[in-house]
């Protein structure tokens, strides 16, 4: 087993090369030498079933794991009934969305913080709950459903809010971006021992098994002293987080998460260099146990 790598939808050079449809996607992304793929929905559920077993028929003839961002206003928190019922609806369409594409993990932004943040934490809690049932009678509780940390304070989205969502249920992952950890924390993220400390917390809270199979964001950051501003491409000097620590310590510790990168225009370019990265340091580490590709695990 090995780290999987791809971006958060499709490159600017994706469409320069003059494709339109993400059923290309797959292909384009095995021939960069890449094994995931992140589908945006993050402006609405807009696709329809005969595109998303489209692009899901391309991935498994190409080998590419799949995974679904949901709509970015997704506020499971809200106080507002009826607001909260949409997002109920935007998430459970995003997972059913997963079932017809062969998608395995479906990632979400949980919602706003409010004034109070465990309350707004107890009441998204909750609703992932009614989730997570509905998912149940619908016989899609096989999809991973994950929590993202967030890099703004005016988000629930704190490494153990995401884990105390997570703890709903066993079926759920979180989406660790590391990025944002690094920008909330104001660039904490630039020894290994900072990422130890972030993986060690998942392992406290939700166990060995599931944090080696965790869904990672990761790409530069800009940020300022209220956390997150913009993402940016490893072409920009001078942001971080730099990603060799958070490779070493997958490495040792025997991890086969899937990586997803979210740079700005560039997120299959900057998705191999990390990988490259990750490559060179396991051939450096298991010269005898190494291979190009590793094998989908999800």
């Known amino acids: 087993m090995g780290m999987i790598f791809g971006p958060a939808g499709n490159s600017d050079s994706f469409y320069v090369q003059g494709y339109k449809s993400s059923v290309d996607a797959p292909g384009w992304l095995r021939a960069m030498g890449l094994g995931a793929y992140e589908y945006q929905c993050v402006r609405g559920v807009n696709i329809g079933e005969a ?10 003839r190409h080998n590419v794991a799949l995974s679904i961002h949901a709509p970015y206003y997704i506020n499971l928190a809200s106080e507002n009934p009826e607001h909260v019922v949409k997002s109920k609806r935007h998430l459970l369409q995003s997972v059913r969305a997963a079932r017809w594409m062969g998608a395995t993990r479906v990632v979400f932004h949980p919602g706003s913080a409010g004034r109070d943040r465990k309350a707004a934490l107890d009441r998204a809690i909750k609703v992932l709950a009614e989730v997570v049932d509905e998912a149940r009678s619908e016989e899609l ?10 890099g703004k304070y005016s988000y629930l989205g704190l490494l153990d809010e995401v884990l105390a969502l997570c703890s709903v249920d066993e079926r759920m992952f ?25 993986l060690d917390r998942c392992v406290e809270v939700l166990g060995e ?10 790409s530069p950051i800009e940020f300022t002293a209220a956390g997150e501003r913009r993402h940016r491409t490893l072409r920009d000097e001078g942001f971080g987080p730099d990603f060799a620590p958070l ?5 040792e510790r ?33 010269p005898n146990n190494y291979f190009l590709f590793p094998a989908i695990s999800v």
């Open 51 to 60: 595109t998303a077993a489209a692009i899901g028929e391309a991935a498994a």
């Open 174 to 198: 979180p989406a660790i971006d590391f990025g944002h950890i690094h920008a909330i924390t104001r660039g904490s993220l630039t020894t290994k021992e900072a990422y130890a400390a972030v």
């Open 141 to 150: 509780d096989d999809i991973f459903i994950c929590p993202e940390t967030l």
């Open 247 to 251: 490779a070493g310590l997958i490495i």
């Open 254 to 286: 025997g991890y086969s998460p899937i990586l997803i990168c979210e740079s700005n225009g560039t997120q299959a370019e900057d998705a191999r260099h990390y990988q490259e990265i990750y490559q060179r340091l396991r051939k450096a580490q298991s």
């Open 209 to 218: 098994k599931r944090v080696r199979k965790i869904h990672i964001h990761f």
